[in-house]
């Protein structure tokens, strides 16, 4: 013990890392601290272990004019450890620069206290969830409600309706998802006669397939997969377009200019989806009995001559009409959901994330619980 | 002028897009520990420039420097390492918005450094009472805050990393005068102090007359005048007598442009 003190008087002690920062020298009544090397943003970790590790039991006596370069990081430091060192000993800083200290007086000037955090509960956080839960419900009302009277206008004002934007809209959202919508049609027609074939066969009814493709796609899938498709093709466009522009304050202009943002935005997608949706149904409807036909020429050697043969007999009118009346519904779902989630878009991106995603997924399960309520409604009616 | 004293070095830099040239040969340079106002009418390309310089963009042709630098052969290493060494205030803040004003000033503290929690928070409060905001606004997302609150926490988010250089885009503009001049006097102090450099677009006749030691003037696709006030005064290109010597800045600036 007595030996390792002695030895302190002689050598004096170099806390090393890989590089060292501060040279200590004890005295028999105080500690000598020289800061040497780099107080720099790069090296605070360093420096702070070290500065850890110094004994404050005696008086300190400081000298940081030896630093070779610094930044306001290691003024900081220097800083806390200053005042911490104070509460504990008697600290005396005896050299510095000038610039040292006019960075030191400037950070000293300027300080803060904590950052509150934001926590939340998960009581709170519940709540929160249903009130804003609940509000959307009536925000969506109320904007169904301007959508009707924008369009009860527009009924009556026919020169208002925005005949272009309306085109525009039908050219993006339905021409140009023909090729997606007759492609995902036709694979699902197909897997639908593939796996209907199995079941038909052990019972020698292979050409019942007929009837199970050609009703269960014009009275079911053709409108579903159609919605379904338009749902994340539009209605998250939708949202995207008219959230993007809530974020740029265009639609602020807009009102500001009197140019009704229901009568500019909102009508032209829902006419255009209501006039392009049972086109796409229509479309699809054929892709997917040619899909099912296909399957069944190579599943069950029923050639396509007698395929159309038999869904003449059996495929009436009405099916096509049941599942045609589900487009513009459908159409009016999505169209309405996408714009609205749009206009529920706050003033930052990461809401503009949210409600995309917000927008398809109550797109997705509205069409579907609608189709839903429609089965019911044509069994309660026999249909 | 030593070779280690410039810290940027712009020579022959065009830039096109398409058909449109923006630059048609901008050479400048920019000494350490200065700040530098880059001017000029709005399409003159000035945040292009400065684009180009925090290899946001790459100019058609030209080289550009920076810290040693040549920007054009650059690696990927280096140019993390140079990016690290810099700070760059976007004139609307760009401040990542699922993030806290806290959070966005600590965010590169905590990808690039092992400093610990209770330091990196230390640091982080240290900046914002720097920029003038107060510890609440820390706790603030950037939509919750004003337009001049963003461009003090962009600030403070550029002056996180400690860097050698600071690029400014606008900072000034859509301040109040007040917070304006304060923000004018901690960019001196910081280069006083620090040593750094500073690279600023502006608009700003009190910032351009009180704190800018050289500018660069941009118009027709030219620097069309370089150096100290003095200097630029004497350039009789057209904008350059409109910008300075027009009715508000003769009987403002009176004594700053030499009239008596």
Redesign the interface.
Known sequence: MIIISKLNLILPIIVTMNEQFLVIKIENDSLKLFSIGKW???S??QI?IQLEKIPHDKKIIWDVSDVSDF???GV??FK?YYERFKEETLVDVIAYTS?QK??YD??AA?????????TEHYLENLGKKAVNAYMDMKDFITFIGHVFVAMFYALFNFKNIRIKEMVYHVHHSGFNALLIIGLTSFLVGMVIAYQGAVQLAKFGADIFIVDTVGISIVRELGPMITAIVIAGRSGSAYTAEIGAMKITEEISAMRTMGFDPYNFLVLPRIFALIIALPLLIFFSDIMGIFGGMVASQLQLNISMAQFIDRLYEVLEVKHYILGMIKGPVFAFVIASIGCFRGFQV?????SLGLQTTASVVNAIFLVIMFDALFSIIYTGLDL | MSKDTVVIDVKDVITKFGERIVHDGVTLHINKNEIYGILGESGSGKSVLMKEMIMLLEPYDGKIAILGHTLNTIGYKEAQQLREEWGVLFQFGALY??M?I?ENIEVQ?KEY????KQ?R??????K???V?L???V??L???ELSGGMIKRAALARA?A??PKLLFLDEPTSGLDPVGARHFDKLIK??R???GITVVMITHDLDSIFSIVDRMAVLADKHVVAQGTLENVLQSKHPFVEEFFKNEYTKHTYRDKIGLK
Request: proline share 3%.
């Open positions: 720099t943003l790069s605070i970790r702070e930044d306001s990081a900081l430091l806390k610039v006019e960075m400037l950070l300027h300080t803060l206290e904590a950052i509150p955090q934001r706050s003033d930052n991106t990461e | 918005s699922s806290t806290a503290l450094t092992n400093i610990s330091m928070d230390e640091l982080v409060r240290s914002i009472a720097l003038g107060d510890a609440h820390g706790a997302y950037p939509s002056l990393m400690e102090e910081l006083d102090m620090l």
